[in-house]
């Protein structure tokens, strides 16, 4: 039902990807956050225990920005507020291989768990700490396991109220965590109040008959077999959407500690992580990636920037708050 002050729903749509004027290039994204934030252990380790782990995360990002470096590849970065406040040196470095840095929230919980002010409050804390450590300006959100969902429509409109351009966390499948499956496979925009927009970027999926089946990395990449993800790929790119992957840096990590779960978490999170990283290598060489934010630029062929804020200093930027 919806929240007479949060109206927004997917009738909301005002147009796919057929009303840009160009077609969308591949864009790539990573998740940046440690092997204990993801929400298969949410229900063993809780945020008040994060600091006992020992934390991989830096190092498995400058990993992730070596791989990048020798492929020529550049991405978006959705960093965790929490991991931004505790390592900002990776947000600069991140920032100075010529990245975009976007937001994954600061306490990476779901948000269809949060009331509208939490949300607004955790998406505040962890945009300050990530523009603090990197001095720049951040325009795109990703949301913890992918959850706006349709229980959880109102966070589109906050973002949009917090002068966020975009947002990457709609997938348009069924899930047992997340999903949106009527929501369009190609980038579109929310009309949102006040004549506000915020554009969004479903990850990759393929239709078959009836369904929506997922292609976009992360676990997809590592359990799903190689000849699946290679003609989900090409079939994406036949029907005209450029690809929208993502992958966390701790899936290129095999000898992260091993932490207990439910066996259904357990699974999604450890199998085939030993591949990963070849997985990931041959992505890389078989396209050129971009940023999502240079593929909102290309896809709506403005003439000039539609972020002044990207990639320029802070006190240039556009209104961010
Ligand atoms: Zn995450």
Redesign the pocket.
């Known amino acids: 039902m919806a929240d007479p002050d949060f109206p927004l729903s997917i009738a909301s749509v005002r147009f796919s990807q057929s009303n840009f004027s160009r077609p969308l290039p591949d864009a790539l994204s990573v998740?940046v956050?440690d092997y204990f934030?993801?929400e298969a252990f949410r229900d063993r380790i809780t945020p008040e225990s994060w600091p006992s782990y020992p934390s991989r995360v830096a190092d498995n990002t400058r990993h992730v920005l070596d791989l990048f470096s020798r492929h020529g590849t550049r991405a978006t970065f959705f960093v965790l507020g929490w991991v931004a406040e505790r390592f900002p040196q990776i947000v600069r470095e991140i920032l100075a291989a010529g990245h975009e840095v976007g937001c994954?929230s600061y306490w990476?919980r779901c948000i269809w768990s949060l009331s509208p002010g939490e949300f607004r409050a955790d998406t505040r804390r962890a945009r300050a700490a990530i523009e603090d450590a990197g001095g720049q300006a951040v325009v795109g959100y990703r949301a913890?396991?992918f959850s706006v969902v349709e229980r959880s429509l109102w966070a589109v409109e906050i973002l949009a109220q917090e002068g966020f351009l975009y947002d990457s966390s709609v997938f348009p499948i069924h899930h047992d965590v997340y999903g949106m499956p009527h929501a369009p496979q190609s980038p579109f925009e929310w009309k949102c109040g006040e004549g506000r927009r915020l554009y969004e970027f479903p990850p990759t999926t393929v239709r078959l008959g009836p369904w929506n089946l997922p292609a976009a990395g992360g676990g997809y990449l590592r359990i799903l077999p190689e000849w699946y993800t290679q003609w989900a790929f090409r079939k994406a790119r036949r029907e005209g959407r450029g690809l929208v992957l993502y992958f966390h840096p701790w899936e290129i990590d095999p000898h992260q500690p091993r932490l207990k779960g439910r066996a259904r978490s357990t699974f999604r999170h450890y199998f085939h992580i030993s591949r990963m990283e070849g997985r990931i290598t041959k992505v890389l060489a078989s396209s050129h990636f971009a940023p999502l934010l240079e593929c909102l630029e290309t896809m709506a062929g403005e003439t000039r920037p539609i972020s002044s804020g990207f990639a320029a200093p802070l006190a240039a930027a556009s209104p961010v708050r």
């Open positions: 998740d956050e934030h993801v994954h990476h913890p396991s």
